[in-house]
Nanobody, 123 residues
């Protein structure tokens, strides 16, 4: 059974930092492309950042230069370092994994999802 478990969310002031973690089990983590998505109240879920099994990354324009996605295959964990947080970053953040050959950007191409972790940025 595949499980993705996010942690590290919380309440932070604007300009602050948080580091999200997503541990996995039930998959061969090193072979999977991974991503972080987020969903703000009343909005659609959107891609934040993705990382391929080989370490290539992509980012949403809104977080480029502020967020960094990384992975530790030895720990079966993907991370999202979030700096210079803004109130508009407030959302539930989800970890996702895919069996696709290429790193995808479309939500439906991800096969496995975590339950999410809340990030709230106060102004």
């Amino acid at each position: 059974q595949v499980q993705l478990l996010e942690s590290g969310g919380g309440l932070v002031q604007a300009g602050g930092s948080l580091r999200l973690s997503c541990g996995s089990s039930g998959i061969i983590f090193s072979t999977k492309h991974m991503a972080w998505y987020r969903q703000a109240p009343g909005k659609q879920r959107e891609l934040v950042a993705g990382i391929s099994s080989g370490g290539s990354t992509n980012y949403a324009d809104s977080v480029q230069g502020r967020f960094t996605i990384s992975r530790d295959n030895a720990k079966n964990t993907v991370y999202l370092q979030m700096n210079s947080l803004k109130p508009e970053d407030t959302a539930v953040y989800y970890c996702a994994a895919t069996r696709q050959r290429q790193l995808p950007t479309r939500e439906y191409e991800y096969d496995y999802w975590g339950q999410g972790t809340q990030v709230t940025v106060s102004s």
